[in-house]
């Protein structure tokens, strides 16, 4: 038994061989994109709401009551968590300007009929008696003030999105930087649609020192819409540090002044966007500067920034099916790949790239380009230079088959014997054995049980089963959302907008994008009782 076992074992190996073949030809995502970012690229807005109380008492005793909306910044930030942590720039959420002077200036004006500009500068009026109660309306808060000043910031987020979020979400600061062109981080605060979360934007671990590395730059001019989507430009880092204020862009061919070009986009809208690796698309800085200068901070500054304000930027469910979708459209799989983006989709209505790519990929699936229809119709193995698979799955086909005869073999030389070679007598008295002739006996047929059958030996000319499996690996496991956090996606338009309440508790009941199955294979959905994937046939967990 011994043998058997062994031969056993040996066979249980061989097929995991075989089988492990084709994932270690798997292609590997490919470079220099920036599709990995743009969707976690966002729209920033800031402003002040400022409710200030003129107390008149030049006459009689009069309160009068305004509410003023003041700018702030606006630019464009980057998702880093699903939960919606973003980091931007200090100067697009935060101001250095007095916003109580502007507010006093403004009252003034309007409520006594003097020419204030609705600046934030301190001015003087002729008149002694009001320029008295005006600068006494002015901050600090003095006892005898004039007026009384309550500001609070909003921030509003407006994501990726299509059809666009007009509303977009509300977020606040968790860790805002001393200088204007330090790191800000945002957390989302109030709306939740659903479980699965926002795209986010993979931080690299290091900045190119090589001069002339190439990277791109990413960002919205505006609010997202129909007709004005992410910007997206090419440039070139300078050798070194970050040095004062900031890394440098210099055009290694000298055909193109980046500095000037990323500086009139940063005016445009995309100072604070990410400045994207060309190698593996990861975030390596965020846009500083502005008018003929453009710079970058580096993504050391970004993750101190994070690590302070205790946000632990991480990928979700999305980006890992968004990758998975990616890499077989990258790599010409567009029959595979259009079930992975339809996934994507069924996490993230919303998603720009994949629904972009998704068309493409419907277009291309069956046809010349597809790479899957090429290799499956390709009679002598792949044209495009990789080893062809058939050598491997026959070599395997041949050593299982040897096996099986081998296990066969031991088999029929270990089975027990049958009924007609067993011991001469059979316990019963009066009674003989078939054949007997001794003196003095009758052959009697014995009573008892008829033989058993004798086995057919097995067909060992039948074809090897070869086990095979695609050649994408599976989604990795993402963690859950911490409890009680919201948790934010696109909306549906079609769909009523979700109670923020239902999600800000632990117990409260997950969406139906959050209950659905999808298979981590090949990204089909599951219905609630399937098994196995019907598409391709992997084992749904449990």
Known sequence: ??????????????????????????????????????????????????????????????????????????????????????????????????????????IFAEHHKVK??????????????????????????????????????????????????????????????????GPAVLMSVGRADGGAGLPTAPLAATVPDKEGSPVAVAGFTGRPAVNLPETVDIAHLRAGGAGTGGRQFKDPENKVDEPVKLGALIDKGLIGGPVIEDKKGEVVGLLVGGGKDGRMIGVREISKALAEAKVAPR???????????????????????????????????????????????????????????RKAGAPGGDEGGEPPLWPFLAAGGVLVAAVLAGALLLWRRRSPPGPEEGPPGNGHLGTTRPGDTRPGTTPVPIAGPPPAPR???????????????????????????????????????????????????????????????YCTACGMRLGPAHRFCGYCGHPSET
Do not use: W
């Open 1 to 106: 038994m011994r043998r058997s076992g062994s031969a056993l074992t040996l066979l249980g190996g061989l097929v995991l061989a075989v089988a492990a073949m084709t994932p270690a030809l798997a292609h590997e995502h490919p470079s220099g994109i920036t599709d990995l970012v743009t969707p976690a690229v966002v729209r920033v807005e800031a402003k002040a709401r400022v409710d200030i109380t003129l107390l008149d008492h030049i006459g009689e005793l009069v309160h009068v009551e305004r509410s003023y909306e003041v700018p702030i910044g606006t630019g464009t930030g980057t998702v880093v968590t699903p939960e919606g942590g973003v980091v931007t720039l200090t100067r697009v959420v935060r101001t250095d300007k007095d916003i109580a002077v502007y507010a006093a200036n403004k």
């Open 315 to 373: 990928r979700g469910p999305i980006d890992a099916a968004f990758e998975q979708a990616l890499t077989r459209f990258h790599t010409k799989y567009y029959g595979d790949a259009v079930p992975a983006f339809q996934r994507v989709l069924d996490l993230y209505p919303g998603h720009t790239v994949a629904a972009a790519h998704l068309k493409t990929a419907q277009q291309k699936r069956g046809t010349a380009e597809d790479e899957g229809v």
């Open 455 to 517: 086995r057919s030996p097995l067909d060992e000319t039948a074809d090897p089963t070869v086990v095979v499996s695609r050649s994408f690996p599976a989604l990795p496991k993402t963690p859950p959302t911490s409890p009680g956090q919201p948790v934010l996606v696109a909306r549906d338009p079609g769909a009523k907008p979700a109670d923020p309440a239902a999600h800000r508790h632990p117990g409260a009941k997950p969406s139906d994008t959050a209950a659905q199955k």
């Open 116 to 181: 204030i500009p609705a600046d934030f500068e301190r001015h003087k009026i002729k008149n002694d008696q009001l320029n008295h109660h005006l600068q006494e309306c002015y901050p600090p808060k003095q006892p005898t003030a004039t007026c009384i000043v309550d500001i609070t910031t909003e921030i509003h987020v407006f994501p990726n999105i299509s059809p666009p979020d007009k509303e977009g979400f509300k977020a606040e600061i968790v860790r805002a930087d001393s200088r204007p062109d």
